[in-house]
């Protein structure tokens, strides 16, 4: 998408040019639902107005200049989306890693109100932290987390 103008012999961008006719750009594909899936409801707002900004812009803008004016919102657009996307996977990574430990806390406490009832009629010493680490890997969250993240996910 950030190469889909060709520079011509002259070094320039000129696919637009004298387009006195182009007043509005309309986007395909799934970029209005990737809009909508972001994080944060302001980074939804920014990126759409960032996206309505080119049909602003561009029935005043100069014939000779149309595709700079929009090779530039596109690159505006696209370092906007990248940053939301980053943001948006660094909050999804922090919320796995959130609910993989609440998982592995509650598997904690379950065991140990199973181990005081063990230890109370059998008196077994069992080593904590082995049964930490054990109750890490049976705790579930990779069932749990692989049946979640498909929904956090940008698309």
């Given at each position: 998408?950030?190469?889909?103008?060709?520079?011509?012999?002259?070094?320039?961008?000129?696919?637009?040019?004298?387009?006195?006719?182009?007043t509005?750009?309309?986007?395909?594909?799934?970029?209005?639902?990737?809009?909508?899936?972001?994080?944060?409801?302001s980074?939804?707002t920014?990126?759409?107005?960032?996206?309505?900004?080119?049909?602003?812009?561009?029935?005043?803008?100069?014939?000779v200049?149309?595709?700079?004016?929009?090779?530039?919102?596109?690159?505006?657009?696209?370092?906007?989306?990248?940053?939301?996307?980053?943001e948006h996977?660094?909050?999804?990574?922090?919320?796995t890693?959130?609910?993989?430990?609440?998982?592995?806390?509650?598997?904690?406490?379950?065991?140990?109100?199973?181990?005081?009832?063990?230890r109370?009629?059998?008196?077994v010493?069992?080593?904590?932290?082995?049964?930490?680490?054990?109750?890490?890997?049976?705790?579930?969250?990779?069932?749990?987390?692989?049946?979640?993240?498909?929904?956090?996910q940008?698309e």
């Amino acid at each position: 998408k950030r190469d889909m103008f060709a520079i011509d012999n002259a070094r320039e961008y000129t696919q637009f040019d004298d387009c006195e006719q182009l007043t509005t750009v309309d986007l395909v594909g799934g970029i209005h639902k990737t809009v909508a899936s972001l994080h944060m409801e302001s980074w939804s707002t920014e990126m759409i107005a960032e996206i309505n900004y080119i049909n602003q812009v561009l029935p005043s803008s100069c014939a000779v200049g149309k595709t700079n004016v929009i090779r530039q919102w596109m690159e505006s657009s696209l370092d906007k989306m990248d940053h939301y996307k980053t943001e948006h996977n660094r909050y999804v990574k922090e919320g796995t890693t959130l609910l993989e430990l609440a998982l592995w806390k509650a598997k904690l406490g379950e065991n140990e109100e199973h181990a005081a009832m063990e230890r109370r009629t059998k008196k077994v010493k069992v080593d904590a932290e082995s049964a930490r680490r054990e109750r890490r890997i049976t705790c579930g969250a990779d069932m749990v987390i692989k049946n979640v993240l498909p929904f956090l996910q940008l698309e």
